[in-house]
């Protein structure tokens, strides 16, 4: 159901995607008694979070080296590590919390075809592990036959970090699971404007102390704070 008009809360999410609804799952673990409400224009997982490609991966989004930069090596190198264990922390709480999203941890395999190609694979490999990322093999094109045969194989990698999901499955599951937790999801409750300490809907405002926008690709849509 939608909004019923004016309503309160200690913290307001807006956008139940994969943000909003992570985001509601771990405030829950930290303190169960906040009062969380959740504000979705159409349904959880609606966006890109139910229809993504199905990937669940420590492979880094952006430029490390432009990272470091500005924040660090050790901040990069942190940062890195913590994407390869959101994997598993992923996997962890699907299966303690029952969410059946098909997920399994394949790892990921990059095939070269021929010498320019197998250079570039070497130095992403170096990168990789120069930035903390343990557990990438090289592989021959023998072992890559073994596990799957391609044309021409020159030389692989394998990284352990990266498993396959159902998108919508972990979307829709994880919304089960925190509103099981106390938060109240609110859908088809598209919200106009956010402003401090409220959220405001066609069918209501939703005020807050805290309100956190998740809303992605949508935000460009809305008025308020970007």
């Known amino acids: 159901p939608g909004l019923p008009g004016d309503r309160e809360a200690d913290v307001c999410i807006v956008g139940a995607g994969y943000t909003g609804l992570w985001t509601a799952y771990y405030l829950k673990q930290l303190d169960p008694a906040l009062s969380i409400a959740v ?18 991966s420590g492979l880094p989004p952006g430029h ?6 500005r924040h660090g090596r050790d901040s990069v190198v942190a940062w890195q590590r913590m994407l390869n264990d959101s994997v598993d922390e992923v996997i962890g709480v699907a299966a303690r919390e029952g969410i059946d999203a098909d997920i399994v941890k394949g790892g990921n ?7 320019a190609q197998a250079g570039r694979l070497r130095a992403e490999v170096d990168e990789d592990r120069h930035w903390g990322v343990d557990g990438i093999e ?21 990284n352990p970090h990266c498993a396959r999901i ?10 089960d699971v925190v509103e099981r937790l106390g938060v109240t999801i609110y859908e ?16 209501g405002v939703l005020r807050a102390p805290v309100v956190i926008r998740a ?12």
């Open 138 to 158: 090289i592989l021959t094109a023998a072992e890559i036959v073994e596990r799957i045969r391609v044309d021409n194989a020159v030389l692989g990698s394998f």
């Open 188 to 203: 088809q409750t598209p919200v106009t404007e956010i402003a401090p300490g409220r959220a405001e809907t066609p069918l």
């Open 166 to 175: 159902q998108p919508a499955k972990l979307a829709r599951g994880l919304a």
């Open 64 to 69: 490390r080296g432009v990272l470091a930069a």
């Open 39 to 56: 504000l979705e224009a159409r349904f959880a997982g609606f966006g890109a979070s139910g229809r993504n490609g199905g990937w669940l």
């Open 109 to 115: 395999l990059e095939v070269a075809r021929n010498p």
């Open 215 to 226: 809303t992605e690709g949508f935000t460009s849509r809305m008025r308020g704070l970007r």
